[in-house]
Nanobody, 124 residues
Framework: QVQLVESGGGLVQAGGSLRLSCAAS????????MGWFRQAPGKEREFVAA????????DYANSVKGRFTISRDNAKNTVYLQMNSLKSEDTAVYYC?????????????????WGQGTQVTVSS
């Protein structure tokens, strides 16, 4: 089992940047594929980005391609989401998720473990 704690959210102006972090407990972090999802008010939780357990494969939602970058440091049990060129429509609660499998997936229900989320607000 793994516990996830997100950090790094906040208020930023449109065009600005934020880096989210997700710290994972446990010794088996490197055997988990990781993902970031987000949920805006009144909307369903949606896929943002995912990374394989080695970090060699990544996937992104079309809405964030070219602006967001997911990465991980298995030595630090941490996954990151670098968000650049932020837009007002990126405003949401961002959640980190983990699944005990090597490959990347964009399907929410396939993730077993979730953090509590961190709020990102982009002002226009």
């Amino acid at each position: 089992q793994v516990q996830l704690v997100e950090s790094g959210g906040g208020l930023v102006q449109a065009g600005g940047s934020l880096r989210l972090s997700c710290a994972a407990s446990g010794r088996t972090f490197s055997t988990y594929a990781m993902g970031w999802f987000r949920q805006a008010p009144g909307k369903e939780r949606e896929f943002v980005a995912a990374i394989s357990w080695s970090g060699g494969t990544t996937d992104y939602a079309n809405s964030v391609k070219g602006r967001f970058t997911i990465s991980r440091d298995n030595a630090k049990n941490t996954v990151y989401l670098q968000m650049n060129s932020l837009k007002s429509e990126d405003t949401a609660v961002y959640y980190c998720a983990a699944r005990p499998s090597p490959g990347v997936v964009a399907v929410r229900v396939l993730y077993n473990y979730w953090g509590q989320g961190t709020q990102v607000t982009v002002s226009s």
